[in-house]
């Protein structure tokens, strides 16, 4: 069952790590050492513009996590203006420049500079459990019949709109979502910042690169599903629900118009169809 409010646990560390000092960068520094393991299985990649308010806390949750397989983190400073760089370089995670502006080249040249066999899809405003890459990469490693797995997510509120309401919000998504999944298309609730693939049959289907008009995590999953590398599967696990901010409803002017919105392409079927729920 969802939380109608945000754990503690998650909260303690957005605020702690929103005040970067030595103490969170040596604690990301000493966990990701016991993260990856010699040569990667899996390699998180997050595109990152302006995040340093945000990228300490993300990397705090990723080093933590619980899992057997040797894991790379990857962040993509795309043009940061701020101090990102610097925060992942001192944590002792891997950074690469990209200097095209936006999400599609970021997470291309994540892609490309990713060893894994595993590729995770992260964002620099998002908490993980220590879950959560096991339970991501556990479907694809013994399944082949499945290209690429996505997940559930809950908002972490910046704006007006609080959790109570984003609680009630999250579960008429879920509801939409077992309908594209069942009647509609299940590309369109893939979200980048919470889906896993393989690195060859990605490089293979030409990475993120998507019409224009539709949105590049969607797309890279009907692409690798068309070209026959397997079906979509959706992660319920409780323990792999991630909490990402609402930055992205805020952008669409808020949670009302960014509903209607999604209401008009989804369910009416106007606007772009692969376009993220």
Request: charged residues 25%; hydrophobic residues 40%; proline residues 3%.
């Amino acid at each position: 069952m969802r939380s109608i409010a945000i754990p503690s646990s998650v909260k303690k560390l957005m605020d702690a790590a929103s005040r970067p000092n030595d103490t969170n960068i040596d604690l990301i520094k000493t966990n990701y050492k016991k993260l990856l393991k010699g040569e990667p299985e899996v390699s998180i990649v997050i595109p990152a513009y302006n995040e340093e308010k945000n990228i300490l806390a993300t990397l705090c949750a990723l080093s933590a996590s619980e899992t057997n397989r040797s894991v790379e983190i990857v962040v993509v400073n795309n043009n940061s203006k701020d101090r990102t760089e610097e925060l992942v370089t001192a944590s002792g995670v891997t950074c690469v420049k990209e200097s095209i502006q936006g999400i599609t080249a970021a997470r291309n040249a994540g892609l490309k500079a990713a060893k894994g066999k595993y590729i995770i899809n992260a964002d620099a405003d998002t908490i993980y459990p220590a879950d959560w890459v096991e339970l991501m990469v556990a479907p694809l490693a013994n399944n082949e019949n499945i290209s690429l797995c996505y997940g559930r997510f809950s908002f972490i509120p910046t704006g007006v709109t609080g959790r109570l309401t984003y609680f009630f919000y999250e579960y008429i998504a879920d509801a939409l979502r077992y309908r594209n999944k069942f009647f509609k298309e299940e590309a369109v609730n893939v979200y980048g910042f919470n889906s896993a693939f393989r690195r060859e049959q990605g490089i293979k289907v030409n990475g993120f690169e998507h019409p224009e008009g539709s949105n590049e995590d969607g797309w890279l999953a009907l692409k690798l599903r068309n070209e026959g590398f397997g079906k979509l599967h959706y992660v319920t696990n409780i323990k792999a629900l991630v909490w990402t901010t609402d930055r992205r409803i805020q952008m669409d002017g808020g949670l009302l118009k960014g509903l209607t919105k999604r209401f008009k392409r989804i369910v009416l079927g106007k606007g772009e169809k692969h376009e993220g729920l």
